[in-house]
């Protein structure tokens, strides 16, 4: 009885009826999960899996958003699944799906606000965990790192310092680009990536992105249509480019002094800031500050409040003008 029951709870009647918060974190975990290279077959799977929990939640949990949750009612839905009968195999499947999805919320830039901690599977009582602390870079400190590689010809982290802090793209869509969808002779990629909710767009690009560009192009010698690859020409994982700004940590303490725990996605919100405040090396010195407006566009947010998260909070930087400090000296 108990296996019929779940087997007829994730019907597309029940489906259509789960709330949009949960439906969109699923669609954004999907496109993670096709931009890892998995097979549709596994995803299949995982998105069936998570979609059970969001069922359960529609059903038990009034429909709330999965970032409303506490321990107690993860908990609650494991013992759910095992008063089924389900054999403890299937269970541990259903569970780390759900699990691998919210750490992948607790890690994207979208998300880690509303879901900071994991709390899927963590039956003993845990301490509260610090949200992750934003990393803001300056011009300055940008440049530092990307002249540093392009002294050592490290021209494909280069590019992608580069590309990340002009385009304000997320790692996902950095890692979506093909070797021939950057050209000289354009501002803008020759093809559309896919970013979050399915949104598909063009990302925008300046003049250090195709320097760090044409010298990788003509460092390169193999056949791989895709833009990210290694030394002998094979594709890196979308987990290297993660690893490959870390790296880049190294340079910026040894030029200065500091270690930042900067990652992808401190790129993404410096280069929004440095849009705003009329200091990004893309705008060559003019006196051009982004509107709200104009840096929702640039970053492909649907709401607004979205992208003035992504900036230096006004108090922060009112006290800084007030006393005539300069950002890059408090770094």
């Known amino acids: 009885m108990g296996k019929q029951v779940y087997n007829n709870y994730n019907t597309a009647e029940k489906w259509h009826l789960v709330n949009d918060y949960n439906k969109n974190l699923l669609e954004d975990w999907e496109l993670q999960l096709k931009s890892e290279g998995k097979s549709k077959k596994t995803i299949k799977v995982y998105l069936h899996n998570v979609k059970v929990l969001f069922v359960y939640i529609l059903e038990e949990l009034g429909n709330k958003p999965i970032c409303e949750l506490k321990k107690k009612q993860f908990r609650n839905y494991v013992l759910w699944l095992k008063s089924l009968g389900l054999s403890s195999a299937r269970i541990k499947n259903l569970n780390s799906a759900s699990s691998s999805m919210l750490n992948f919320a607790c890690d994207d830039e979208d998300y880690e606000e509303d879901i900071p901690v994991n709390y899927f599977g963590k039956l003993k009582p845990i301490a509260s965990e610090k949200r992750r602390e934003i990393i803001f870079l300056t011009n300055k400190q940008v440049e530092i790192i990307y002249n540093e590689l392009m002294e050592r010809e490290n021209y494909r982290d280069a590019l992608l310092i580069a590309i990340s802090f002009e385009s304000l793209a997320r790692r996902n869509e950095i890692f979506q680009l093909k070797k021939d969808w950057i050209s000289m002779d354009s501002n803008m990629t020759k093809e559309k990536v896919r970013g979050k909710r399915g949104k598909t767009f063009n990302l925008f690009y300046f003049d250090k992105t195709k320097e760090a560009y044409s010298k990788y192009m003509e460092q390169r010698n193999d056949d791989n249509e895709d833009l990210w690859v290694d030394k002998d020409g094979n594709s890196i994982t979308y987990d290297s480019l993660y690893g490959r700004v870390v790296e880049c940590r190294k340079i910026l303490e040894k030029k200065t002094g500091v270690y930042l725990p900067f990652s992808n996605h401190s790129f993404r919100h410096s280069g929004a800031q440095c849009y705003k405040e009329s200091t990004h090396w893309a705008l060559n010195g003019t006196d051009k500050r982004f509107t709200l407006v104009e840096l929702q566009a640039l970053m492909n947010h649907s709401d607004i409040s979205t992208t003035q998260s992504y900036l230096m909070p006004e ?17």
Do not use: M, P
């Open 315 to 331: 108090d922060t930087q009112i006290i800084l003008n007030a006393f005539g400090i300069s950002e890059d000296k408090n770094k």
